[in-house]
């Protein structure tokens, strides 16, 4: 069954709409489509969360609201959702929403250009968590900046919100059967195939449905978030299109566990791999709570990251360093590689026209083996890594067993430190082996100076990540180990 108009619910009322342009952003629609006005562009690149609305999907018949940069959001993605914008949040006569008071009462306002966008992602975390703490709100407004007020206020309006109103009595929460039962209605298992050439959108229900347009149409762009290729759209005028969009294809956002390894779908956002990821590898914690800023986690995709062969992306370091293998996909003909492998060169991936990533497969630890995983960035929050470096050690008497040691931004692509790890393999895990391997970083790598950091910053920065985690690993460094990530 195919369908060729794209349907959704804007707010309270059903939207149908037979012609779009492909590379058309959720923003661009809002503002000069709709005259929605309250969602603002600040950079048009996912950084500022000015245009933060709150997205509604049904997962396993359950609703949920999730922040997102309505810039980078392409309108081919947004099948089937609720969308959420700040126009829907006052009440009748206007009287003001707890969020918008809390933010009155305190001062969490001036020029207000950022206002809309901090009430969007102060909702969504007052949804789901009434009482946070400031952690939480400061976790929840990485991906949200403000250049007048400073965060106190703000932080001090999240803290507040509750006393202004309850979320059971909230209109998103309160009504949340009902409009479950609209999403339902609009689900109704057909392909969307809209537009023509250039413009044709295609969204399809399932993967065996995606295999087949994929290898027929290897000339289209797959999106999932578009937190990548919003920007390519935004920033590069480029025109991209057929597009295929992936984020609702049920079995790319299956997350399974075996005993011996995780199953992340491809197109599994990183706010939906966070619990799994972070039950399994709670040093990663840090790792994945830095990528981004809210509104891009919950974008995002693991697969996408790994997919787009980016030298500096942040999940491949850990994931080579684990032995993760990815699946890759052309009609019904499957391969599984190992991810280190995946990577040839600068922009040049083991995958063909037509080929996609279906499935990452993540080992779990198993006695003895340990895991850290350390980000560089100039910015704690919402900045891409200048280095990030993995490490994952299996230790016998003393003795490394086994080491993988992966980095981003030290060379063209996600790579292993293969000369320093066979300087070690074997010798007792020790200051003295450590400080011995180190020389064998310039075999291993000869970084760039670029806008992010200098060559010798990154040569540097690496050998002592690797003594860091010596430090962490045999406990002389527990307590630095928050500061080893920020
Ligand atoms: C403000 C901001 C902050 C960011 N911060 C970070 C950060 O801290 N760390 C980091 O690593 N990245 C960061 N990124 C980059 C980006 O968020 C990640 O690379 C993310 O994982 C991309 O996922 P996506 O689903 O949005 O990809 P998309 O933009 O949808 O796609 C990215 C690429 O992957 C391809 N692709 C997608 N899925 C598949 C598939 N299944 N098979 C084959 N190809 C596929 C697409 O065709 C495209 O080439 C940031 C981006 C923004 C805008
Ligand atoms: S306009 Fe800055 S994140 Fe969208
Ligand atoms: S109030 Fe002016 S940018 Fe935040």
Known sequence: MTRSSLRFILNADDVTLNDVPATRTLLDWLRLEQRLKGS????????????????????????????VNACIALMGGLDGAHIVTIEHLSGPGGKLHPV????????????GFCTPGIVMSLYALWMENPKPTQFDVETALQGNLCRCTGYSPIIKAAMQISSHGEPGADPLVAERAAMTARLEALKDGALLDMGAGRDRILVPQSVDQLAALYAAHPEATLVRGGTDVGLWITKFMRDIGPIIFIGEVPELNRITRTPDALHLGAAVSYADARAP?????????????????????????????IANGSPIGDSPPPLIALGADIVLRHGDVRRRVKLEDFYIAYGKQDRQPGEFVEEVIVPTLKGGEQLACYKISKRRDEDISSLCGAFWL?????????????????????????AVEQMLVGKVWSDASIEAALSAYATDYQPLTDMRASAEYRLVAARNLL??????????????SREAVA
């Open 277 to 305: 990821m972070v039950e399994l590898f709670p040093s990663l914690q840090p790792l994945w709570d830095r990528i981004g800023g809210a509104q891009v986690r919950n974008m995002g995709a693991v697969g996408a990251n």
């Open 467 to 480: 003594r860091r985690f010596h430090l962490d690993t045999t406990g002389d460094g527990s307590s630095l």
């Open 394 to 418: 299996k230790l016998d008497a003393g003795r490394v067993a086994d080491l993988r040691i992966a980095y981003g931004g030290m060379a063209a692509t996600p790579k292993r430190a293969r």
């Open 100 to 111: 918008q008071q809390a933010m009155v009462e305190t001062h969490g306002s001036q020029c």
């Open 40 to 67: 603002k562009e600040g950079c048009a690149e996912g950084d500022c969360g000015a245009c933060t609305v709150l997205i509604g999907r049904l997962r396993d018949g359950v609703l949920r609201y999730q922040g």
